[in-house]
């Protein structure tokens, strides 16, 4: 168990780190960078549903056999992404784009964004009480997604009128929901006998919802023939990496 406490807890404050990642932009012209991200948003997605489909689904019907409830977790993850999305939608919905209402937008995404670290960490952490490969593969899918998205996140925050250096500050401070999110999962671990049955297939609907409503929409808005090309590459890649960790581990 200690292992596992070590595995679980080095791979979200990794994961935590990425949110300084934004860093590392500040040079790179806005439209360069938008079209070299969007080749990772492909290739995250891809490693989204492989992480889903092919680790954390066919782990837990091996162990407990395909039955309603794990339906139901599955559900239950995409609806739980669902409504932190829609929160934050309708929060930005109904503020005027105005200099005085852009500020509590950027906090609004802070709040989105420490309940969507906090499930990655419950993820991070169930995966990890199934098998450390699990656990891996997990971390690996949620850190490939992390990276486009702690760039936007930053992007916001500035946009929102914070400081470059407030704005990475409080970017990694809410990352760091991560971390409570896996102590969450450990704990509950302990308590709560056969919790993987429920958080692993909640864990794959999160990864599913994500991958098909956040990302593949945003590749649908380049329609360019060879662009579109290289973003299948990529989108295969992602599930052919989350294919060979399958060997791997």
Not at 55 to 60: A, G, K, N, V, W
Not at 118 to 132: E, K, P, Q, T
Not at 141 to 152: D, G, K, R, T, Y
Not at 202 to 207: D, T, V, W, Y
Request: hydrophobic share 55%; charged share 10%.
């Amino acid at each position: 168990m200690i292992e596992i406490w070590l595995y679980t807890l080095a791979s979200v404050f990794i994961i935590s780190l990425l949110s300084l990642i934004g860093i590392f932009t500040m040079s790179i012209k806005t439209e360069k960078l938008k079209s070299f991200l969007i080749y990772f948003v492909s290739f995250s997605a891809g490693a989204l549903f492989g992480g889903a489909f092919l680790h954390l689904l066919p782990e837990i019907v091996g162990r407990v056999g395909f039955g309603l409830n794990i339906s139901l977790s599955v559900l239950a993850g995409i609806i739980a992404f669902f409504l932190i999305e829609k929160v934050i939608h309708w929060n930005h919905c109904h503020m005027p784009i105005t200099k005085n209402h852009v500020h509590p937008f950027s906090i609004m995404n802070l709040v989105g964004d420490a309940f969507h670290n906090f499930i990655d960490g419950l993820i991070i952490g169930a995966s990890y009480l199934v098998s450390i490969p699990v656990g891996m593969a997990a971390s690996i899918a949620v850190i490939l997604h992390e990276i486009p998205q702690e760039i936007s996140d930053f992007g916001v925050l500035l946009h929102g009128g914070f400081s470059k250096k407030k704005a990475l500050l409080m970017n990694f401070f809410v990352a760091l929901t991560a971390v409570l999110g896996a102590v969450v999962a450990l704990v509950l671990g302990i308590y709560v006998e056969n919790i993987t049955t429920i958080l692993i297939p909640f864990a794959a609907g999160g990864f599913i919802y994500v991958a098909g409503s956040d990302l593949i929409p945003e590749l649908h808005k380049e329609c360019a023939t060879h662009k579109s090309i290289t973003q299948m590459i990529f989108f295969v890649l992602g599930i052919l990496i989350m294919y060979l960790l399958l060997f791997v581990a």
